[in-house]
Nanobody, 114 residues
Framework: QVQLVDAGGGLVQPGGSLSISCSASRPIASMSRMGWYRQGSGNQRNFVALVIGNNTDYVRSVKGRFTVSTDNTKNTIYLQMNSLKDEDTAMYYC?????????WGQGTQVIVSS
């Protein structure tokens, strides 16, 4: 079983930056995959970034703007978001794949608005 706690969301102006975090109840290295998804006004939860081993994939719309980092001592991953746009507004959810099961954080809200 894995528990994920998301934090750090907030209101930011277009072009601004924000970092959100995901604290896991197990070591990051024990996860097969970890990453971030987001859900905007629709009911779908869309892929943002996914870490598999030493490789990180990003959805095309955030490449060059978003970066995933890991702090193994704190069992935490981060999503550094730069040059934020209105369309980045969403609830952001941490995701982990552990022992063949999917786990989700509770989400943290990011609002990009002037």
């Amino acid at each position: 079983q894995v528990q994920l706690v998301d934090a750090g969301g907030g209101l930011v102006q277009p072009g601004g930056s924000l970092s959100i975090s995901c604290s896991a109840s197990r070591p990051i290295a024990s996860m097969s995959r970890m990453g971030w998804y987001r859900q905007g006004s629709g009911n779908q939860r869309n892929f943002v970034a996914l870490v598999i081993g030493n490789n990180t994939d990003y959805v095309r719309s955030v490449k060059g703007r978003f970066t995933v980092s890991t702090d193994n001592t704190k069992n935490t991953i981060y999503l550094q978001m730069n040059s934020l746009k209105d369309e980045d507004t969403a609830m952001y959810y941490c995701y982990a794949d552990f022992s063949g099961q999917r786990y989700w954080g509770q989400g943290t809200q990011v609002i990009v608005s002037s």
